[in-house]
């Protein structure tokens, strides 16, 4: 969070000495012109920002199912790919957007049975520059640090989709997905934690799921549409 402060000006009067002759004695300074320092300026920082190219490594967590696997997140040219590791963990599963187009692949997830194979569910059409629009309207929470094996620096944004009506009150609402947003304070598109609420998680009990970056870089990473998955319309 960066704050500007209006910075106080100080003039210090001079006093020239009175003529010889001058039987009166000299006169007392007059009070040094202080002006004191204005309020602090809140300058909110920039929301965040998804960019066309990333690699990054860390965890994928599910709290109220005991989950905590490693995974990787990836953008290439606008594409993205979020996985949550492989056969040999408890979870495994991968969502994209591909050619303006999200995909979610569930291979295993505690409690499902995996056969049948699932699908490859192709939803709507959603891309990067429409995240991005979404995150402009994020409402900035405050800055913070994530304690871990490297402390960091963050700013926390909230985001949220919410149908129905959009006068509270007045008609029904209900929330379609939040998300909590933690980035880097010296760059809104070096992202390191977000939390995901809402109903895109239905195979989570508590519909939460956590992602922890432990790196992220703006190097351009892998992104492959499964076989399983159809390819884009």
Known sequence: MASAYASGALALALIAPGPVDDPQPSRPAPAANVTPAGPPVFEEPRPPLLPADFRGEGRYIVRDLGVDVPSTWQGRGGDSQM???????????????????PYTLTYKWPGIPPDPPRQCDRVGFFNRQILNDLLKTARFVGPEILQGTKDRRVDHWR??????????????????AL???????RNPSKWWQVLQFGFQN??????????????F????????LPDRCPPPT
């Not at 996985?83 to 187009?101: K, Q």
């Not at 985001?159 to 379609?176: A, K, W, Y």
């Open 83 to 101: 996985t949550a590791d492989g056969p040999e963990h408890p979870m495994w599963f991968t969502n994209l957007i591909y050619r303006n187009t």
């Open 159 to 176: 985001v949220g989709v919410v149908g129905g009506s959009t006068q509270p009150g007045e008609n029904l609402r209900f929330p379609i």
């Open 179 to 185: 998300g909590d947003v933690y980035v880097d304070q």
């Open 202 to 215: 239905l195979f989570d009990p508590a519909l939460d799921e956590w992602f922890t970056m432990t790196t």
């Open 217 to 224: 870089s703006h190097q351009p990473g892998q992104v492959t």
